[in-house]
């Protein structure tokens, strides 16, 4: 049975404030995934109730320094990296799911920090720590120890500080509200235009540290595809754009031409989730659960099986 409309709706708000007021930041404990421009629902007392820890969920454990007698997986990117709403983020998540795919000695430095945008990974020195993790790897004579494969999500964030400024405020309630009110259209612009040349960046660097290194670039899917149809039409219109719009193309379609343009495989999340909200999607209402998140792992070992990366064909 399909959880009730309304409370889905009034739950998914709460939730999404409650995710912006504690980890809003880059630098929160367990901050917020990809979230499409979301809804003006308010919570309800009940709602509020049940999803009020949803905040203080414990921290994966840390990726220790991975041997350097290993093949290397490196994963950067939010939340979802991080691994948030899975039962075990340190076994069911996407990132160890797709590390057990590639094989007992492949080690993981796993670079996925929860409320990450687009700047925060150019700004906060993961991607740094990635990039001189594949020079060091390359460069120290040790056979058999390079970067092996690098999967990249990022952008949700970017997303959730419209919700919380504008969509939570009753500013962009709705879709049609939204496309007639200049403040709504510009905020999304604006945050189309920052992402698409973080995400070129990003890529620049990780293929300046080594062009040869396979970078696997990840669209993002919508959490309440197939739930609340103001939130899910939403979703749409901020990840998959809307023609006759001022946004005939959304963020997807920007990672779409960003993999194009630079030679990084596409693994296309997106398709996945459609009409799953209640299938893929955890209690929190964000991220994804176990089946979800090993929907994405599956993804990603195709693309990469498709490139010629070695798997071990299942996970």
């Known amino acids: 049975m399909q959880r009730p409309l309304l409370p889905f709706v ?31 629902a308010t919570a309800t007392p009940s709602a509020a109730a049940s999803v009020s820890t949803v905040s203080r969920a414990p921290s994966p454990t840390p990726t220790p320094t991975p041997a350097l007698d290993a093949p290397l997986y490196i994963a950067l990117g939010d939340s979802l990296s991080a691994g948030n709403g899975a039962s075990d983020r340190n076994t069911t998540a996407f990132v160890p799911l797709v590390r057990a ?32 993790e594949i020079r060091r790897r390359r460069d120290d004579n040790v056979p058999g120890n390079d970067v092996r494969v690098v999967t990249l999500e990022i952008g949700g964030n970017d997303l959730l500080n419209l919700y919380t ?43 300046a540290a080594d062009p040869a290194v396979p970078i696997f670039l990840m669209t993002l899917y919508n959490p309440f595809s197939g739930g609340s149809s103001i ?15 001022p946004f ?27 009409g799953k909200a209640f299938e893929y999607i955890s209690q929190d209402l964000i991220h994804p659960n176990d ?21 071990t064909g299942g996970t």
Not at 14 to 27: E, K, T, W
Not at 248 to 268: C, K
Not at 301 to 309: E, H, R, T, Y
């Open 165 to 207: 400024a504008y969509v939570l405020t009753g500013t962009c309630p709705s879709v049609t509200e939204s496309l007639q009110r200049p403040q709504c259209v510009q905020a999304l612009r604006d945050a189309l235009s920052r992402f698409g040349p973080n995400v070129h960046e990003a890529i620049a660097r990780i293929q």
């Open 10 to 40: 009034a739950a998914a708000a709460f939730v999404l404030l409650a995710l912006a007021a504690a980890c809003g930041s880059s630098d929160g404990a367990a901050g917020p995934t990809p979230t499409p421009f979301g809804s003006a």
């Open 248 to 274: 005939p193309e959304g963020l997807n379609d920007m990672i779409r031409q960003e993999a194009a343009a630079t030679g990084v495989h596409l693994v296309e999340v997106y398709p996945l989730f459609k």
């Open 291 to 311: 089946a979800g998140y090993r929907a994405m792992a599956d993804a990603v070992l195709a693309a990469m099986a498709q490139a010629g990366v070695q798997t």
């Open 101 to 132: 795919g590639l094989g007992a000695g492949m080690a993981l430095l796993n670079l996925g920090k929860p409320g990450d945008t687009s700047d925060a990974l150019l700004q906060g020195g993961r991607l740094e720590k990635a990039a001189d």
């Open 231 to 245: 939130l899910d039409q939403l979703g749409q219109l901020s990840l998959e754009g809307q023609p006759d719009s």
